[in-house]
């Protein structure tokens, strides 16, 4: 703020206000490095009048101030002679104030108005929440913010910046927002952490079909608890299976959210910090082309306005080789504690079949409560002897480092396709039923029945590849934990 005095006009009984401009000017140009709207109140003594003859020199020294002004100045003027009742106005007060984009006040009435409107446009920063209703479209709010430095006096001496406007987008639209952004870049968005997995194609009802899998875990949504003592989270599901055609992606299949609506989910009590416990979508697309293809999903946790995504790409080949092949091997585990939805559901259920698998290794270990289970591609050139041209051995490591090899049936090989002739590459399963691996450390091996099994597994175990490569005879290996 200026308070303005100035030197006495000979005769005139007034004072010029030369020297309170060339101080306002100082003033403003001390301060034009700060950034935003910034406000001078200035105070006259009395009214600022002058006689014509001086009105030249003046006009010559109210212009630098002006011209300060336009970089984020604005001037409000108050007419302390004027407060008193008496008449007149002031040319000079008037120019500096409208010019500026400030305010001349000359009522006492409008005095407040004078502060309150000069600290509405000071350079501020500021946090703020506004209360937003549910539903409703966006909207448009004006701000006004102020800082009474005389009831609080800690405030005095703080620099706001604010803007003038800010637009609310309804929380329909900024979710819509964001389960876009999530399904184009699903690895910038983490919460809730959704894993993904799409599996080679495999026969249905005479169909071939793609399935997706997306997962969370339980304890990462939010929960809300219900009137009976039970909890609640509703969600919003997006998925979408693409296949690259070289030059962009076409779509394969999707499902969203405003075409499923909610995914309500109920337990009696809060979720436990634990894994096993999961919520996993299903989506069946149906199979056209070999190729590369992309599933994206996305999860909206509705009560944290949260959304996590998850992405998998794979190379499908239906054409077989001449030599068996095993690729992409994981191991999984499937604990019967999952809520499973797939589209046409109206809520989620509880898996107690033990199908809906998740993916362990030595850092994410499964449970011996568990079903464990190796997944891989499997390609070779007849169907009809996969389970004879090739061996399955299961490598566990005791605490003092022994180990023990232990083949596993042909039987328990279970191929995503009937059994035919020809050559082929389809998805490829073993699986160990709960409450039969003790805690440790294991190796799932697939190996070649042209070597020997054992002497392939052993060369694994010792690292025996030729140039660290893979062992003659080792087709696949994954290795994983059980237990703490």
């Given amino acids: 703020m200026a308070g303005a005095g100035g030197a006495p006009l000979s005769g005139a009984g007034l004072y010029s206000p030369q020297a309170t401009l060339s101080a306002l000017e100082g003033m403003l140009q001390a301060h034009t490095h700060l950034p935003g709207r910034k406000a001078a109140v200035l105070f006259s003594s009395p009214r600022f009048r002058f006689p014509p003859a ?17 970089q984020g100045f604005a001037i409000w003027t108050v007419d302390v002679e004027g407060l008193g009742g008496a008449g007149g106005s002031s040319d000079i007060l008037s120019s500096l ?46 701000l006004t913010v102020k800082l009474d430095t005389e009831r609080y006096k800690d405030l005095w001496g703080l620099r706001v910046m604010a803007p003038s406007q800010i637009a609310i987008e309804a929380r329909a639209e900024r979710l819509t927002r964001k389960r876009v952004a999530a399904l184009l870049a699903p690895d910038d968005f983490e919460r809730p952490p959704v894993a993904a997995m799409l599996d080679y194609p495999t026969a249905m009802q005479g169909k071939e079909v793609l399935l997706a899998r997306f997962r ?13 003592g ?14 690259d055609n070289g030059a962009g992606l076409d779509p394969v299949c999707q499902v ?12 009696p009590k809060m979720p436990a910090s634990n894994p096993r416990a999961g919520f996993t979508i299903e989506v069946p697309c149906a199979y056209r082309k070999d190729g590369v293809h992309v599933a994206r999903g996305v999860i909206t946790d509705l009560e944290a306005d949260s959304a996590g995504a998850g992405r998998s790409t794979v190379m499908f080949r239906k054409g077989g080789r001449d030599a068996w092949a095993a690729m992409a091997a994981r191991v999984e585990a499937a604990s019967g504690l999952d809520l499973v939805w797939r589209p046409g559901m ?31 591609v499997l390609c070779g050139p007849d169907r009809e002897g996969a ?48 409450f039969t691996l003790t805690d440790g450390r294991y190796t799932f091996a697939v190996v070649d029945a042209t070597a020997d099994p054992e002497s392939a597994a052993g060369s694994m175990l010792a690292g025996d590849g030729a140039d660290g490569g893979r062992p003659p005879g080792l087709l696949a290996a994954a290795n994983f934990r059980v237990g703490p």
């Avoid at 969370?216 to 009976?228: C, F, M």
């Fill in 216 to 228: 969370v875990p339980l304890s990462d949504l939010t929960w809300i608890p219900a009137g009976d």
């Fill in 97 to 142: 104030a409208t010019d500026s984009g400030g305010r001349s006040v000359r009522n006492v009435s409008d005095l407040g108005t004078a502060l309150a409107g000069a600290a509405e446009q000071l350079a501020c920063y500021y946090l703020f929440s506004l209360p937003v209703p549910p539903g409703g479209p966006s909207a448009r709010h004006t």
């Fill in 54 to 70: 001086e009105a030249e020199k003046l006009e010559r020294s109210l212009r630098p101030v002006l011209d300060l002004a336009q």
């Fill in 256 to 267: 969203g959210g405003e075409t499923l609506g909610e995914v309500a989910l109920r337990l």
């Fill in 230 to 243: 039970s909890f609640g989270a509703r969600l919003l599901v997006d998925a979408v299976v693409q296949r």
């Fill in 346 to 376: 109206t809520a989620a259920k509880r898996e107690s079949g033990r199908s809906a698998f998740r993916v362990v290794d030595e850092k994410r270990p499964a449970d011996g409560g568990d079903r464990i289970s190796l997944s891989y």
């Fill in 387 to 434: 389970r004879k041209s090739v061996r399955h051995l299961l490598v566990s490591t005791a605490a003092d480092g022994a180990r023990s090899i232990q083949p596993l049936p042909e039987t328990a090989l279970m191929l995503a396709e009937a059994e035919g002739s020809g050559s082929f590459c389809t998805q490829a399963r073993l699986a160990i039923p709960e």
